[in-house]
Protein backbone atom coordinates (compact mmCIF):
# COMPACT_ATOMS: atom_id res chain seq x y z
CA UNK A 1 0.00 0.00 0.00
CA UNK A 2 0.47 3.80 -0.51
CA UNK A 3 2.30 5.24 2.67
CA UNK A 4 4.12 8.54 4.19
CA UNK A 5 5.70 8.15 7.71
CA UNK A 6 6.84 11.03 9.43
CA UNK A 7 7.79 9.76 12.78
CA UNK A 8 7.74 13.16 14.59
CA UNK A 9 4.80 15.46 15.08
CA UNK A 10 6.62 17.74 16.92
CA UNK A 11 10.90 18.77 16.38
CA UNK A 12 12.17 21.70 18.32
CA UNK A 13 15.95 22.97 17.91
CA UNK A 14 17.95 26.19 18.83
CA UNK A 15 18.41 28.33 16.34
CA UNK A 16 21.80 27.72 14.19
CA UNK A 17 21.32 24.15 15.36
CA UNK A 18 20.82 21.31 12.23
CA UNK A 19 17.07 20.47 11.46
CA UNK A 20 16.66 17.13 9.91
CA UNK A 21 12.87 16.33 8.96
CA UNK A 22 12.38 12.71 8.49
CA UNK A 23 10.17 11.56 5.88
CA UNK A 24 9.82 7.40 5.06
CA UNK A 25 7.03 5.66 2.31
CA UNK A 26 6.14 2.20 0.71
CA UNK A 27 5.12 2.52 -2.90
CA UNK A 28 5.77 -0.27 -5.16
CA UNK A 29 7.64 1.51 -7.97
CA UNK A 30 9.19 4.82 -8.77
CA UNK A 31 7.21 7.57 -6.91
CA UNK A 32 7.65 10.92 -7.09
CA UNK A 33 8.50 13.06 -3.78
CA UNK A 34 7.90 16.53 -2.08
CA UNK A 35 8.45 18.51 0.91
CA UNK A 36 4.86 21.24 1.26
CA UNK A 37 5.65 23.95 3.97
CA UNK A 38 2.74 25.63 5.70
CA UNK A 39 4.01 28.78 7.52
CA UNK A 40 1.93 30.36 10.15
CA UNK A 41 -1.25 32.48 8.36
CA UNK A 42 -0.30 31.12 4.82
CA UNK A 43 -1.24 28.40 2.42
CA UNK A 44 0.44 25.60 2.30
CA UNK A 45 2.79 25.61 -0.65
CA UNK A 46 5.86 23.48 -2.17
CA UNK A 47 9.53 23.93 -0.32
CA UNK A 48 11.17 21.18 -3.25
CA UNK A 49 10.61 18.01 -4.86
CA UNK A 50 13.65 15.05 -5.65
CA UNK A 51 13.61 15.62 -9.20
CA UNK A 52 14.73 18.98 -8.40
CA UNK A 53 17.58 18.15 -6.96
CA UNK A 54 18.30 21.81 -5.36
CA UNK A 55 18.42 23.65 -2.21
CA UNK A 56 15.34 25.91 -1.65
CA UNK A 57 15.46 28.14 1.93
CA UNK A 58 19.03 26.44 2.75
CA UNK A 59 16.70 23.33 2.86
CA UNK A 60 17.65 20.09 0.88
CA UNK A 61 16.41 16.47 0.35
CA UNK A 62 17.63 13.17 -0.82
CA UNK A 63 15.75 10.49 -2.50
CA UNK A 64 17.43 7.29 -0.68
CA UNK A 65 15.30 3.92 -2.68
CA UNK A 66 17.45 1.32 -1.04
CA UNK A 67 16.55 2.80 2.12
CA UNK A 68 12.78 4.36 1.32
CA UNK A 69 13.27 7.80 2.59
CA UNK A 70 13.28 11.40 1.73
CA UNK A 71 14.20 13.17 4.73
CA UNK A 72 14.31 16.75 5.02
CA UNK A 73 17.27 18.36 6.20
CA UNK A 74 19.36 22.07 6.72
CA UNK A 75 22.47 22.55 8.25
CA UNK A 76 21.80 25.68 10.45
CA UNK A 77 17.78 26.50 11.53
CA UNK A 78 16.27 30.07 11.46
CA UNK A 79 13.38 31.17 13.25
CA UNK A 80 11.89 31.44 10.49
CA UNK A 81 11.88 27.89 9.26
CA UNK A 82 9.23 27.62 11.90
CA UNK A 83 6.43 25.66 10.51
CA UNK A 84 4.59 22.43 9.84
CA UNK A 85 6.57 20.47 7.49
CA UNK A 86 4.23 17.71 5.14
CA UNK A 87 6.39 15.05 2.81
CA UNK A 88 4.13 13.87 -0.21
CA UNK A 89 4.59 10.83 -2.79
CA UNK A 90 3.00 10.67 -5.87
CA UNK A 91 2.90 7.95 -8.31
CA UNK A 92 1.35 7.20 -11.76
CA UNK A 93 -2.04 8.07 -11.13
CA UNK A 94 -1.26 12.02 -9.80
CA UNK A 95 -2.49 10.77 -6.88
CA UNK A 96 -1.00 12.46 -3.84
CA UNK A 97 -0.08 10.73 -0.25
CA UNK A 98 0.53 13.10 2.54
CA UNK A 99 2.44 12.01 5.83
CA UNK A 100 0.76 13.40 8.77
CA UNK A 101 3.34 16.28 9.47
CA UNK A 102 5.78 17.81 11.88
CA UNK A 103 5.69 21.07 12.95
CA UNK A 104 8.92 22.58 13.31
CA UNK A 105 10.06 24.96 16.06
CA UNK A 106 13.24 26.88 16.41
CA UNK A 107 13.94 28.82 19.50
CA UNK A 108 15.80 31.51 19.83
CA UNK B 1 -3.46 36.84 -10.68
CA UNK B 2 -3.53 33.30 -11.00
CA UNK B 3 -4.39 31.25 -8.20
CA UNK B 4 -7.10 29.13 -6.36
CA UNK B 5 -9.86 30.00 -4.69
CA UNK B 6 -11.80 28.49 -2.03
CA UNK B 7 -15.14 30.20 -0.41
CA UNK B 8 -16.00 31.02 2.13
CA UNK B 9 -13.43 31.03 4.30
CA UNK B 10 -15.55 30.22 7.59
CA UNK B 11 -18.62 27.65 7.19
CA UNK B 12 -21.66 26.93 9.53
CA UNK B 13 -24.09 24.49 9.47
CA UNK B 14 -26.72 22.72 11.25
CA UNK B 15 -26.04 18.72 11.66
CA UNK B 16 -28.54 17.39 9.05
CA UNK B 17 -27.72 19.78 6.14
CA UNK B 18 -25.85 18.96 3.04
CA UNK B 19 -23.40 21.99 2.47
CA UNK B 20 -21.08 23.06 -0.54
CA UNK B 21 -17.93 24.11 -0.96
CA UNK B 22 -16.46 26.07 -3.80
CA UNK B 23 -13.15 25.58 -5.38
CA UNK B 24 -12.57 27.92 -8.27
CA UNK B 25 -8.91 27.72 -9.97
CA UNK B 26 -7.21 29.88 -13.12
CA UNK B 27 -4.13 28.19 -13.48
CA UNK B 28 -5.40 26.29 -16.84
CA UNK B 29 -4.78 23.03 -14.64
CA UNK B 30 -6.12 19.74 -15.47
CA UNK B 31 -6.06 17.93 -11.99
CA UNK B 32 -7.80 19.09 -8.81
CA UNK B 33 -8.32 17.69 -5.77
CA UNK B 34 -9.72 18.11 -2.28
CA UNK B 35 -8.38 16.93 1.05
CA UNK B 36 -9.48 16.89 4.62
CA UNK B 37 -7.02 18.28 7.36
CA UNK B 38 -7.25 17.30 10.64
CA UNK B 39 -5.03 17.91 13.60
CA UNK B 40 -2.45 14.89 14.15
CA UNK B 41 -3.96 13.42 10.71
CA UNK B 42 -1.89 15.31 7.97
CA UNK B 43 -4.27 15.78 4.56
CA UNK B 44 -6.08 12.65 3.86
CA UNK B 45 -7.77 12.62 -0.01
CA UNK B 46 -11.34 12.75 -0.44
CA UNK B 47 -11.72 13.09 -4.18
CA UNK B 48 -9.64 13.75 -7.05
CA UNK B 49 -10.14 14.79 -10.59
CA UNK B 50 -7.42 14.66 -13.71
CA UNK B 51 -9.70 16.04 -16.65
CA UNK B 52 -13.37 17.21 -16.70
CA UNK B 53 -16.66 15.13 -16.24
CA UNK B 54 -14.51 12.76 -14.53
CA UNK B 55 -13.68 11.93 -11.03
CA UNK B 56 -12.03 9.31 -8.28
CA UNK B 57 -12.86 8.76 -4.93
CA UNK B 58 -10.04 9.27 -2.86
CA UNK B 59 -9.18 7.70 0.63
CA UNK B 60 -12.22 8.91 2.78
CA UNK B 61 -15.13 9.42 0.25
CA UNK B 62 -17.80 8.11 2.11
CA UNK B 63 -20.48 11.33 2.82
CA UNK B 64 -18.57 13.34 0.78
CA UNK B 65 -19.91 13.72 -3.16
CA UNK B 66 -18.43 16.15 -6.01
CA UNK B 67 -18.95 17.63 -9.88
CA UNK B 68 -16.42 18.40 -12.01
CA UNK B 69 -18.56 20.43 -14.85
CA UNK B 70 -16.27 22.76 -16.06
CA UNK B 71 -11.96 22.71 -15.62
CA UNK B 72 -12.29 26.10 -13.40
CA UNK B 73 -14.25 24.24 -10.91
CA UNK B 74 -14.77 21.68 -8.36
CA UNK B 75 -17.45 21.59 -5.62
CA UNK B 76 -17.39 19.50 -2.70
CA UNK B 77 -20.33 18.92 -1.23
CA UNK B 78 -20.35 17.17 2.42
CA UNK B 79 -23.75 15.34 2.75
CA UNK B 80 -25.56 14.42 5.82
CA UNK B 81 -24.01 10.99 5.67
CA UNK B 82 -20.53 12.58 6.80
CA UNK B 83 -20.18 11.17 10.22
CA UNK B 84 -17.62 13.84 11.39
CA UNK B 85 -18.15 16.68 9.03
CA UNK B 86 -16.15 19.45 10.89
CA UNK B 87 -12.51 20.15 9.76
CA UNK B 88 -10.42 22.13 7.68
CA UNK B 89 -10.78 21.44 4.29
CA UNK B 90 -8.29 22.39 1.27
CA UNK B 91 -8.64 22.72 -2.43
CA UNK B 92 -5.48 22.28 -4.82
CA UNK B 93 -4.37 21.53 -8.10
CA UNK B 94 -1.89 20.54 -10.87
CA UNK B 95 -1.17 20.03 -14.08
CA UNK B 96 -1.92 16.71 -15.08
CA UNK B 97 -0.04 14.25 -18.07
CA UNK B 98 2.49 11.89 -18.72
CA UNK B 99 5.59 12.45 -17.37
CA UNK B 100 6.90 14.05 -14.03
CA UNK B 101 4.22 14.68 -11.79
CA UNK B 102 3.64 18.65 -11.78
CA UNK B 103 3.52 19.98 -7.88
CA UNK B 104 0.39 20.64 -6.12
CA UNK B 105 -1.00 24.33 -5.77
CA UNK B 106 -3.40 24.98 -3.10
CA UNK B 107 -6.34 27.04 -1.72
CA UNK B 108 -6.35 28.91 1.25
CA UNK B 109 -8.74 26.55 2.89
CA UNK B 110 -12.57 26.55 4.24
CA UNK B 111 -13.30 26.17 7.61
CA UNK B 112 -16.50 24.10 8.30
CA UNK B 113 -17.74 23.62 11.39
CA UNK B 114 -21.62 21.46 12.55
CA UNK B 115 -22.99 21.71 15.03
Known amino acids: AQRVTQPEKLLSVFKGAPVELKCNYSYSGSPELFWYVQYSRQRLQLLLRHISRESIKGFTADLNKGETSFHLKKPFAQEEDSAMYYCALSGRTYKYIFGTGTRLKVLA | DGGITQSPKYLFRKEGQNVTLSCEQNLNHDAMYWYRQDPGQGLRLIYY???????QKGDIAEGYSVSREKKESFPLTVTSAQKNPTAFYLCASSIAGTGNNSPLHFGNGTRLTVT
Open chain 2, 49 to 55: SQIVNDF
